[in-house]
């Protein structure tokens, strides 16, 4: 078990007069098996947690670990996967080769993942294109194909559905819920309800602090 663990985090940014305490006190499970949705309102920190969570950066103060190891010292894709915001996607590469990426790093056959992930997340027309001839929701969901298909023992995305309609919106919960069921441990910032109606647990984080 075990999964991810966020231990009493307190994290901030900038110094002196212009620094922001953003994070006081957070301290967040999620195991494998578990989607956790993290609710709050704008500015409240949930990319923060992201950040933290999936090791993009390490805390001030307390701890962000997967199965008792710093996930900030966790650069395997098969271990911590992440959809940010921005998605992060390689401009020069096809779609397919987007997704395919963490797979080839790691010396793993994609083929059988990406067929799945692609008809899952309806990528499959215009896997051959360049990211860069692709909409924003269809490159968002690239970016969530991308983060599964080595099934992470965690997988951290931040508003995944910001881009879809509802067709894909159900589409992208339904990847999520089945990388979930797959075992994997899964944390999706989101101001969506229709990820909370679906998630095991919703954490509710408010001016940093999470919410009893
Ligand atoms: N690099 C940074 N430097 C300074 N302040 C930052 C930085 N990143 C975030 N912040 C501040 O930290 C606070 C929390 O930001 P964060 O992006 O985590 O919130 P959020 O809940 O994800 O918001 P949203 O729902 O709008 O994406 C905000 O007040 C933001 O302005």
């Not at 199965?67 to 650069?75: I, L, M, N």
């Not at 940010?84 to 779609?95: D, E, I, R, S």
């Not at 970016?143 to 067709?167: F, K, N, S, W, Y």
Request: glycine share 10%; hydrophobic share 45%.
């Amino acid at each position: 078990m075990i999964g991810l663990e966020l231990v009493e985090i307190a994290h901030g940014y900038g110094v002196g007069e212009r620094r922001v305490e953003v994070l006081h006190d957070v301290s967040l499970r999620v195991e494998p098996g578990e989607l956790v949705a993290l609710a709050g309102p704008s500015g409240s920190g949930k990319s923060t947690v992201c950040h933290l969570a999936a090791g993009i950066e390490r805390p001030d103060c307390g701890t962000a670990s997967l199965d008792g190891r710093p996930t900030v010292e966790t650069a395997d894709w098969s271990l911590v996967a992440v959809v940010p915001q921005q998605h992060g996607l390689l401009a020069g590469l096809t779609v397919e080769d987007n997704i395919a990426l963490p797979a080839h790093r790691t010396g793993v056959d994609p083929a059988e993942a990406l067929v799945r992930l692609a008809s899952a997340l309806d990528l499959t027309a215009f896997g051959r294109r360049s990211v860069t001839e692709t909409s924003l929701g269809e490159q968002q969901r690239v970016a969530i194909a991308r983060a599964l298909i080595l099934d992470p023992r965690l997988a951290v995305l931040d508003e995944p559905t910001g881009h879809q309609d509802d067709d894909h919106v159900s589409q992208v919960i339904g990847a999520l819920a089945d990388a979930a069921r797959a075992g994997s441990a899964v944390l999706v910032a989101t101001h969506d309800q229709r990820v909370w109606e679906v998630a095991h647990r919703v954490v509710r984080l408010e001016d940093g602090r999470v919410l009893a």
